[in-house]
């Protein structure tokens, strides 16, 4: 009898627990008419009392999961602006974990008030990324895409182009999550703004992508073609100073083909102004020289995009695509040199002229395959990419002295000719092993190969020598061969993910003249950990770690230097080496309808980092290069608000500060120091009725210290006006960036003998106006969701 009442107790407490286990169900919502993927649409599950009991967001593919623990009945719903609520009723007997594919009727009513598609969250925290949507924000339709990484939260751009992440240049920067020819040389000012839909911010990324960059990785996805048939847009630019840019795009999609095509032509002129007071003590005397240099830069580039997805059948997909960038840059500048010593009168003055001719042409071929199963999530690609282009500098260079008498001094001209070619083929796979957890693997391999030839002359009489011995020649060649997995699932509601990767690197760096040859092989291995922990549908906090590594970039090895200012010059270090960065970041994610909280705390342990090294060689010459010191640590809080009062009005903060200490010794300068640093950005934007917005935003970026330099607090302020009107299809843009010429670079740098004082305004205010239209947009169309097709 006891035996039969401990076996009824034991079948009862399992009976229970089966009863509340947990479970977790999965499918993928779709349009009715079309079958695209529907993105961003409300699940529920409520139970017979109507009570929440688990709420999710479809993502890019349509796809959700959903866990929750299992009830006599449940009640499901899935719901979309735009569309029809739809309801389905589950029960014990036909509780199913695949729902399949769920179909959403558009809502004809709705419709008819709704012409966009339905508002997306405009933060949102995966499990090793934020997403930032670039939305319908006024300053991020108009411009390039550095003028949108510059609204991103976290980002920054220097006026060279160079991006940063939380106030580090040691970023990834990628397209549709591949490298791009946007990303190289700086040319990310090609890329139109109105041709982005979305920024990833990856400060802690997955073994998935790369090692590079320490700061992480910045994911930029272009928009895809989201009508059926033929369509496109035109978007005209005019600008003072000038800035004319004509930017055509033309798309065709059915149901087995999407193609895709875009064309750019502009025409940009930029106008820089860099002063500069330089004191030095040379033997008890101090000589002071003070520096003006006018830039007038005028730039030509045309741009050309094309390509297609071939839906071969429901399973297998082909990309093909083609890019064409090519430019002609035509720059003049001006430097003054005026010399005294100190006390006493101006003892002479030197005018240096200079213009130069650029041409750069940059070619891209990209190749996807994608194969999908009948298992939701399973997924296999091969991903092919080739780039190769070439370029032609060439400076002419006059100097003259001006006071106490006129004198001519021979012409300087230098020749710059670099040409490269990079293959990469990757391939990955993702497997479902149940509704909750997945393994992922794959491989990749990129070759590189450059080469550079520089030579400087001097004019004698009627003919031209080598000046200096300035006439080399560089070849740099690198091969990286990774390859990772990682595995994501569930242990209750924690969802984690482990991953490794590991990179051999092989690098070959020699010169004509056979003055270094320096040959690398180092194979390390990159582990990766993501946490997150759902507290409710609107709150998620979550965790990470990562190794990356930063290789030093070909400018930075790059051996040469041009001779515009003859008394200061950068030159790059060839025996540079890698440094490597272990990463912890904790944040938490908090919505609460009109306000959404985003702060996040992080730590970086940084070896070998490299830094600029500033110094007067025999010459007197002034040579700023890149070194390597010991090390780096990074530790900071970073908040991100977003906060929307009312329909039309809506405010978003960021604040960055971190604190670092430096370790380090080279050539007789102690790199130790500590340092603070605060960052932040504040924007507005206003909707009025007849579609008209305003936008202001102001950044801020701190003052920043290291043991040679100090740069002064940067002020920045961006306005934006729009209008909308012909049903929706055409708009009017006017912004303004660096709004009053507040954007100034000031820098001290100090040594044992001399004091460096810079003031650089590389870039003076730009006022835009911007025309887009939008063609064969028919009525409503644009509330439809596109298939994002392999370019994600």
Same mark, same amino acid.
């Given at each position: 009898m006891k035996r039969l009442f401990f076996f009824i107790i034991i079948l009862f407490s399992c009976a229970i627990g089966k009863a509340q286990q947990s479970i977790t169900i999965h499918g993928t919502v779709q349009e009715q008419s079309f079958k695209d993927p529907l993105m961003y649409a409300t699940v529920r599950i409520k139970n017979a009392k109507a009570k929440l009991l688990a709420a999710t967001i479809t993502d890019e593919k349509g796809a959700f999961k959903l866990e929750f623990i299992l009830t006599d009945s449940a009640t499901l719903e899935f719901s979309l602006v735009g569309y029809q609520t739809l309801v389905k009723t589950l029960s014990k007997s036909n509780m199913a974990v695949n729902l399949g594919i769920i179909n959403l009727q558009p809502d004809a009513t709705l419709l008819k008030e709704v012409a966009i598609n339905g508002e997306q969250p405009s933060i949102s925290l995966k499990l090793d990324k934020k997403i930032f949507q670039v939305g319908k924000d006024v300053l991020s339709q108009t411009g390039s895409s550095l003028d949108v990484l510059n609204g991103v939260p976290s980002v920054s751009v220097s006026p060279s182009g160079s991006v940063s992440l939380r106030g580090n240049s040691n970023v990834l920067v990628l397209i549709d999550g591949r490298r791009s020819g946007f990303t190289q040389g700086n040319?990310?000012?090609?890329?139109?703004? #109105?041709?982005?839909?979305?920024?990833?911010?990856?400060?802690?990324?997955?073994?998935?992508?790369?090692?590079?960059?320490?700061?992480?990785?910045?994911?930029?996805?272009?928009?895809?073609?989201?009508?059926?048939?033929?369509?496109?847009?035109?978007?005209?630019?005019?600008?003072?100073?000038?800035?004319?840019?004509?930017?055509?795009?033309?798309?065709y999609k059915s149901s087995k083909i999407n193609l895709f095509s875009t064309f750019g032509l502009r025409y940009s002129d930029y106008n820089?102004?860099?002063?500069? #007071?330089?004191?030095?003590?040379?033997?008890?005397?101090?000589?002071?020289?003070?520096?003006?240099?006018?830039?007038?830069?005028?730039?030509?580039?045309?741009?050309?995009?094309?390509?297609?997805?071939?839906?071969?059948?429901?399973?297998?997909?082909? @990309?093909?695509?083609?890019?064409?960038? @090519?430019?002609?840059?035509?720059?003049?500048?001006?430097?003054?040199?005026?010399?005294?010593?100190?006390?006493?009168?101006?003892?002479?003055?030197?005018?240096?002229t200079g213009e130069s001719w650029e041409k750069r042409n940059y070619n891209q071929l990209e190749f996807n395959y994608t194969k999908?199963?009948?298992?939701?999530?399973?997924?296999?690609?091969?991903?092919?990419?080739? #780039?190769?282009?070439?370029?032609?500098?060439?400076?002419?260079?006059?100097?003259?002295?001006?006071?106490?008498?006129?004198?001519?001094?021979?012409?300087?001209?230098?020749?710059s000719i670099g040409a490269s070619k990079d293959f990469m083929l990757q391939t990955d796979y993702v497997h479902p092993l149940d509704s909750v957890s997945n393994v992922e693997f794959g491989i990749k391999a990129e070759k590189r190969s450059v080469t550079s030839d520089f030579k400087a002359e001097r004019q004698n009489s009627n003919d031209w020598e080598i000046l200096d011995g300035i006439n080399n020649q560089l070849i740099y060649?690198?091969?990286?061969?990774?390859?990772?997995?990682?595995?994501?699932?569930?242990?209750?509601?924690?969802?984690?993910?482990?991953?490794?990767?590991?990179?051999?690197?092989?690098?070959?760096?020699?010169?004509?003249?056979?003055?270094?040859?320096?040959?690398?092989?180092?194979?390390?291995?990159?582990?990766?950990?993501?946490?997150?922990?759902?507290?409710?549908e609107n709150a998620s906090l979550q965790a990470s770690y990562s190794k990356r590594i930063n290789r030093p970039s070909l400018f930075s090895l790059y051996p040469f230097n041009e001779l515009t200012d003859f008394n200061a010059q950068y030159v790059g270090n060839p025996n540079l080496n890698p440094s490597y960065a272990d990463i912890i970041e904790?944040?938490?994610?908090?919505?609460?309808g009109?306000?959404?909280?985003?702060?996040?705390?992080?730590?970086?342990?940084?070896?070998?980092?490299?830094?600029?090294?500033?110094?007067?060689?025999? #010459?007197?010459?002034?040579?700023?290069?890149?070194?390597?010191?010991?090390?780096?640590?990074?530790?900071?809080?970073?908040?991100?608000?977003?906060?929307?009062?009312?329909?039309?009005?809506?405010?978003?903060?960021?604040?960055?500060?971190?604190?670092f200490k430096q370790k380090g010794f080279y050539a007789n300068q102690d790199f130790n120091?500590?340092?603070?640093?605060?960052?932040?950005?504040?924007?507005?934007?206003?909707?009025?009725?007849?579609?008209?917005?305003?936008?202001?935003?102001?950044?801020?970026?701190?003052?920043?210290?290291?043991?040679?330099?100090?740069?002064?607090?940067?002020?920045?302020?961006?306005?934006?006006?729009?209008?909308?009107?012909?049903?929706?299809k055409a708009s009017l843009i006017f912004d303004v960036t660096n709004f009053f010429n507040l954007k100034k670079f000031e820098t001290t740098t100090r040594g044992n003998t001399y004091l460096l004082s810079q003031v650089n305004s590389p870039n003076a205010a730009r006022y835009r106006l911007t025309f887009v239209y939008k063609l064969n947009l028919k009525e409503n169309q644009g509330v439809r969701q596109a298939k994002t097709g392999n370019r994600n």
């Open positions: 040319a990310l000012d090609q890329l139109p703004a #109105d041709q982005i839909e979305r920024v990833e911010v990856i400060t802690n990324p997955s073994s998935r992508y790369d090692a590079a960059g320490s700061a992480g990785i910045i994911n930029i996805i272009l928009k895809k073609n989201k009508k059926s048939g033929l369509n496109g847009q035109l978007s005209l630019v005019a600008g003072i100073p000038n800035e004319t840019k004509i930017t055509p795009s033309l798309n820089g102004l860099y002063i500069s #007071d330089q004191s030095t003590n040379d033997a008890g005397t101090i000589n002071l020289l003070h520096k003006r240099q006018d830039e007038d830069r005028h730039d030509d580039a045309k741009m050309l995009y094309v390509g297609g997805d071939f839906l071969l059948n429901n399973h297998n997909t082909i @990309t093909a695509a083609f890019l064409n960038k @090519t430019t002609n840059d035509h720059d003049k500048t001006s430097l003054q040199y005026d010399y005294r010593k100190k006390g006493q009168a101006l003892d002479s003055t030197l005018l240096r999908t199963f009948n298992q939701p999530n399973r997924k296999y690609t091969v991903d092919m990419q080739y #780039d190769f282009w070439n370029s032609d500098k060439d400076w002419n260079l006059f100097t003259r002295k001006l006071a106490p008498t006129t004198t001519a001094f021979p012409g300087v001209r230098t020749s060649n690198e091969l990286i061969g990774s390859a990772y997995v990682q595995f994501s699932s569930k242990w209750n509601k924690i969802a984690y993910q482990l991953g490794l990767r590991t990179e051999l690197t092989k690098i070959g760096l020699e010169d004509r003249a056979g003055t270094f040859n320096n040959d690398k092989s180092y194979t390390r291995f990159f582990p990766t950990l993501n946490l997150t922990y759902p507290f409710s904790l944040g938490f994610l908090k919505n609460w009109k306000l959404t909280f985003n702060p996040s705390l992080y730590y970086q342990n940084n070896k070998n980092i490299v830094q600029d090294y500033t110094y007067r060689n025999s #010459d007197e010459l002034f040579i700023t290069t890149p070194i390597n010191i010991d090390g780096e640590t990074r530790g900071g809080i970073e908040l991100s608000m977003l906060y929307n009062p009312y329909q039309f009005l809506q405010f978003s903060m960021e604040v960055n500060a971190y604190h120091y500590n340092g603070k640093i605060l960052t932040s950005r504040i924007s507005a934007q206003l909707k009025l009725p007849k579609k008209l917005s305003f936008q202001g935003r102001y950044n801020f970026t701190g003052a920043q210290n290291n043991a040679q330099s100090r740069t002064a607090s940067i002020h920045n302020i961006d306005f934006g006006a729009a209008k909308t009107f012909l049903k929706d």
